[in-house]
C-alpha cells in the first residue's frame, strides 16, 4: 500500500501561481512513476503530468507544457507539481496518483494509488 496526501490547493487569480505537494508513505515511494490529474465539477478526471520514478523523465498534457512542472524528491517522499500562469480552466481538484506503470500513463484506472485530492480555484 502507498498513502498519497496532497497539500498546497487554493484560491488564486488569474495568472497566479500555486506549488502543491504530495506526500508518500507506505511501500517504496522510488519504485513507482507519478501523476498529477485534475478533476473539475460535472467532467472526468484528466491527466496533468506524470514523472518517472527516478524523477529523470517527465510528461505533460499540451494545454500545460510550458505553464506546469512536475517534479519529485525521492529522499522526502514526495512529488511536485508546480503550476504558473493560472486560467480559471484550471479550477479543479487536483490528485496526485501512484502507478507501477510507465511515466506516460494517461489513463487513471492504470494508477494503483490515489491521494484525496486537493481544490484550486483560479479566478478571473
Known amino acids: 500500500q502507498v498513502q498519497l496526501v496532497e497539500s498546497g490547493g487554493g484560491l488564486v487569480q488569474t495568472g497566479g501561481s500555486l506549488r502543491l505537494s504530495c506526500a508518500a508513505s507506505?511501500?517504496?515511494?522510488?519504485?513507482?512513476?507519478m501523476g498529477w490529474f485534475r478533476q473539475a465539477p460535472g467532467k472526468e478526471r484528466d491527466f496533468v503530468a506524470a514523472?518517472?520514478?527516478?524523477?529523470?523523465?517527465?510528461y505533460y498534457t499540451d494545454p500545460v507544457k510550458g505553464r506546469f512542472t512536475i517534479s519529485r524528491d525521492n529522499a522526502k517522499d514526495t512529488v511536485y507539481l508546480e503550476m504558473n500562469s493560472l486560467k480559471p480552466e484550471g479550477t479543479a481538484v487536483y490528485y496526485c496518483?501512484?502507478?507501477?506503470?510507465?511515466?506516460?500513463?494517461?489513463?487513471?484506472?492504470?494508477?494503483?494509488?490515489w491521494g484525496q485530492g486537493t481544490q484550486v480555484t483560479v479566478s478571473s
Open positions: 514523472i518517472g520514478s527516478r524523477g529523470g523523465i517527465t
Open positions: 496518483a501512484a502507478t507501477s506503470g510507465g511515466y506516460q500513463e494517461t489513463r487513471p484506472y492504470k494508477y494503483d494509488y
Open positions: 507506505g511501500r517504496t515511494f522510488s519504485s513507482y512513476a
